[in-house]
């Protein structure tokens, strides 16, 4: 068995404004295995932002215990790769050199693992590309793969393809399968969708709102590739519409429209 990564333990957090206090997260207890893929789903303003938001770092207000490998966190590191819902590339620089970033391409070591990461994303060909020569997809990948760069510990991932249309989100979820399979990035991917949360993760933690709790844990026992159209994916699919039944004042949009 993986030894766990990542534990949060009994994590709360409040939001202070002049209309008073907003109790945003109360009570989440998780732990993460080294190589797990999660996904996190739940109605908007459950607090699934602030929740990555706080294992990443760069959140410390809060009450509870949040450790990467037994260690607290208490704020932003490169054991913690981040990747927003845009890609915030370096308009200036090019695909390689935005893989780099703050690192010297002159560097052989460096040139090479660049390489690697160029080809596990699938950019052969665009190495000396700018932002803005890229299609949306292309720069979430140049983005995977500057934050893998860094070899971090978790990779932490919100709603990366929630901007993408409908083909190009399907064919970053295989590209982000295939990265996961190759290199066991543990990763937490926050989502709407509950079609991209079952055909990614291991284990789907779903989030009720106002404060956002864990509703539910539901293990995604499904063999890769996963095909939405199987049987087995619908049953799952159910499954875990079923949970949301539970939620109050349901407001999530996965692929379907439900």
């Given at each position: 068995m993986s030894a766990v990564l990542l534990e949060i333990?009994?994590?709360?957090?409040?939001?202070?404004?002049?209309?008073?206090s907003v109790h945003a997260l109360r009570h989440i207890d998780l732990h993460v295995n080294e190589g797990e893929f999660i996904t996190v789903i739940g109605p908007s303003g459950c607090g699934k932002?602030?929740?990555?938001?706080?294992?990443?770092?760069?959140?410390?207000?809060?009450?509870?215990?949040?450790?990467?490998?037994?260690?607290?966190?208490?704020g932003p590191g490169i054991d913690k790769?981040?990747?927003?819902?845009?890609?915030?590339l370096f308009p200036w620089?090019?695909?390689?050199?935005?893989?780099?970033?703050?690192?010297?391409?002159?560097?052989?070591e460096i040139r090479r693992k660049v390489a690697e990461l160029i080809e596990l994303v699938k950019l052969q060909g665009f190495e000396k590309s700018y932002?803005?020569?890229?299609?949306?997809?292309?720069?979430?990948?140049?983005?995977?793969?500057?934050?893998?760069l860094r070899q971090p510990k978790v990779l932490l991932l919100?709603?990366?393809?929630?901007?993408?249309?409908?083909?190009?989100?399907?064919?970053?979820?295989?590209?982000?399968?295939?990265?996961?399979?190759?290199?066991?990035t543990t990763m937490i991917f926050v989502t709407h969708d509950i079609d991209e949360a079952i055909y990614l993760g291991n284990r789907i933690v779903i989030l009720k709102p106002r404060?956002?709790?864990?509703?539910?844990?539901?293990?995604?026992?499904?063999?890769?590739?996963?095909?939405?159209?199987?049987?087995?994916?619908?049953?799952?699919?159910?499954?875990?519409?079923?949970a949301f039944e539970k939620v109050d004042e349901l407001e999530l949009v996965d692929s379907s429209g439900i």
């Amino acid at each position: 068995m993986s030894a766990v990564l990542l534990e949060i333990n009994r994590l709360n957090k409040t939001f202070e404004s002049a209309k008073g206090s907003v109790h945003a997260l109360r009570h989440i207890d998780l732990h993460v295995n080294e190589g797990e893929f999660i996904t996190v789903i739940g109605p908007s303003g459950c607090g699934k932002s602030t929740l990555l938001r706080i294992v990443a770092g760069l959140d410390t207000g809060y009450d509870g215990s949040v450790k990467l490998q037994g260690r607290t966190v208490d704020g932003p590191g490169i054991d913690k790769g981040f990747i927003f819902q845009e890609p915030r590339l370096f308009p200036w620089l090019t695909v390689e050199k935005n893989i780099a970033a703050d690192l010297s391409l002159k560097d052989p070591e460096i040139r090479r693992k660049v390489a690697e990461l160029i080809e596990l994303v699938k950019l052969q060909g665009f190495e000396k590309s700018y932002p803005r020569e890229l299609s949306g997809g292309m720069a979430q990948r140049v983005a995977i793969a500057r934050a893998l760069l860094r070899q971090p510990k978790v990779l932490l991932l919100d709603e990366p393809f929630g901007a993408l249309d409908a083909f190009t989100r399907a064919h970053m979820q295989e590209v982000l399968i295939d990265i996961w399979q190759k290199n066991r990035t543990t990763m937490i991917f926050v989502t709407h969708d509950i079609d991209e949360a079952i055909y990614l993760g291991n284990r789907i933690v779903i989030l009720k709102p106002r404060p956002g709790e864990i509703r539910e844990i539901v293990p995604v026992d499904l063999p890769f590739p996963r095909k939405k159209s199987s049987v087995s994916f619908q049953e799952m699919r159910f499954k875990v519409l079923n949970a949301f039944e539970k939620v109050d004042e349901l407001e999530l949009v996965d692929s379907s429209g439900i």
